[in-house]
Nanobody, 121 residues
Framework: QVQLVESGGGLVQAGGSLRLSCATS????????MGWYRQAPGKQRELVAR???????NYADSVKGRFTISRDNAKNTVFLQMNSLKFEDTAVYYCQADAKVDWWGGSRAYWGQGTQVTVSS
C-alpha cells in the first residue's frame, strides 16, 4: 500500500547541485524516520542521510557539509539538497521511510525505486 517515488536525479557537472524529492502515497497512519541511501556500481548500498520526525539528522561523513536532508511532515515528503557534487557521488539514490500503516502493527521499512545521479568529472 505504501509507495515512495523519487524524483530530481540527473546528470550534473562536478561542483554542481541537485535536489532530490521523495513523495509518499497510500494508506499511511504515521511516517517516522525517513532517509536517503545510495548504491554505486560494484559497491554496497550505504546510508547518505536520515531525519527523524522531530528534525534530528545524521549524515555520512562523506557528504557532511555538502548535503542537507529535510522533510515536510504534513505531506510525508523528504528532500535531499546536494551541493558541491563530486564524481564519487555518482550512484542510484533510494528513498526510505519507516511507516506505520495500522493501529495494531509497528513501523516497517519501505523503499522507493531509486533515481540515478551521475556527476561528470
Amino acid at each position: 500500500q505504501v509507495q515512495l517515488v523519487e524524483s530530481g536525479g540527473g546528470l550534473v557537472q562536478a561542483g554542481g547541485s541537485l535536489r532530490l524529492s521523495c513523495a509518499t502515497s497510500g494508506s499511511i497512519l504515521r511516517v517516522d524516520a525517513m532517509g536517503w541511501y545510495r548504491q554505486a556500481p560494484g559497491k554496497q548500498r550505504e546510508l547518505v542521510a536520515r531525519i527523524t520526525t522531530g528534525g534530528a539528522t545524521n549524515y555520512a561523513d562523506s557528504v557532511k557539509g555538502r548535503f542537507t536532508i529535510s522533510r515536510d511532515n504534513a505531506k510525508n515528503t523528504v528532500f535531499l539538497q546536494m551541493n558541491s557534487l563530486k564524481f564519487e557521488d555518482t550512484a542510484v539514490y533510494y528513498c526510505q521511510a519507516d511507516a506505520k500503516v495500522d493501529w495494531w502493527g509497528g513501523s516497517r521499512a519501505y523503499w522507493g525505486q531509486g533515481t540515478q545521479v551521475t556527476v561528470s568529472s
